[in-house]
């Protein structure tokens, strides 16, 4: 009976889904335009350069000298070895999905076990920093701006400490260096593209969701931004700039919003991990315990 129900009000909302957008065509063009527009400026650009070099350091070998610049210092304070380093290096200078990405070619090259890239996924996202600077410069104050970062940036800190009980132990020869032979590039190509595809799919599919939700459901700004904002990063931000409200509850919502990622980067981040044994539940659980520190941290500071 639930079962029957659920997929009647899948159905039913589908087809208002339909009739909606006949109905608001020309807003609905003018949605997906934006979302093609906000992927080629700020997700194609950021994202397509790093997977490509992300494959070629892998194929240089350089996470295994991460590895030993760091292996002692993450085995005492993550139980975790030194290529985590590498992990948290480029997914914080390239933004998320791209820890999902680096994680499956690391697996894929055998260079870490599934078990700890599982245990990577909880505290390895990390928002663009080029992106979250422009977005919340429109928002907020140079300190709140600089503030949200931090705490978004230290969250993730945060839980690989609290994690690491639970983390496999690994040993001083989990890395090994290894022989490479060629063809990275056009490989690497072919992989970011389709990744980079699928993320464009998501970002429109989610765009238009919460443009379709918001319209048909009659909401307040507030509930819209926070509607807008678990399904999607930017359109939650977008909406949070035009809320009357204290500067403290706009810097909560704003936490929340970036630390937990919207459907729309869980979508994503499933997707990469869809013909890997990794757990995107590590994934979910890393970002319900950092959008609870993370809001608790804002609130304290």
């Not at 909606?20 to 527009?37: G, L, P, Q, R, Y």
């Amino acid at each position: 009976m639930k079962e029957k129900l659920l997929n009647f009000t899948f159905c039913l909302f589908s087809f208002l889904a339909i009739f909606f957008i006949f109905k608001n065509n020309k807003e609905v063009a003018s949605i997906i335009i934006d979302a093609v527009n906000l992927f080629f400026k700020r997700v194609f650009v950021s994202l397509f350069p790093m997977f490509i070099l992300n494959d070629i350091l892998i194929f240089l070998n350089i996470p295994y000298y991460f590895y030993l610049i760091f292996n002692q210092i993450f085995l005492k304070v993550f139980h975790t070895s030194g290529i985590g380093a590498y992990i948290i290096f480029m997914s914080l200078i390239s933004g998320t999905p791209s820890n999902a990405y680096i994680l499956k070619e690391l697996t894929s090259e055998k260079k870490i076990s599934v078990e700890e890239a599982s245990h990577f996924l909880s505290f390895t996202y990390f928002s663009n920093p080029l992106f979250l600077m422009t977005m919340l410069n429109l928002i907020f104050p140079a300190t709140s701006t600089f503030k949200i970062i931090a705490i978004h940036y230290l969250s993730n800190l945060i839980i690989g400490i609290i994690l690491r009980k639970k983390a496999p132990q690994i040993t001083a020869n989990t890395l090994k260096k290894e022989a490479h032979n060629g063809g990275v590039l056009s490989k690497s190509i072919n992989k970011s593209m389709m990744t980079l595809l699928m993320i464009l799919g998501t970002i429109t599919f989610y765009m238009l969701l919460t443009y379709i939700i918001t319209n048909l459901v009659p909401t307040t700004p507030l509930t819209k931004t926070l509607i807008s904002g678990f399904l999607e990063i930017t359109n939650g931000l977008n909406n949070l700039k035009d809320l009357e409200i204290a500067l403290k509850i706009k810097e909560l919502i704003a936490v929340c919003i970036i630390s937990f990622g919207g459907l729309s980067i869980h979508t994503q981040v499933k997707s990469i991990l869809e013909d890997t044994q990794m757990s995107y539940h590590q994934f979910l659980k890393g970002r319900v315990m950092q959008t609870i520190i993370s809001a608790s941290l804002i609130l304290f500071f």
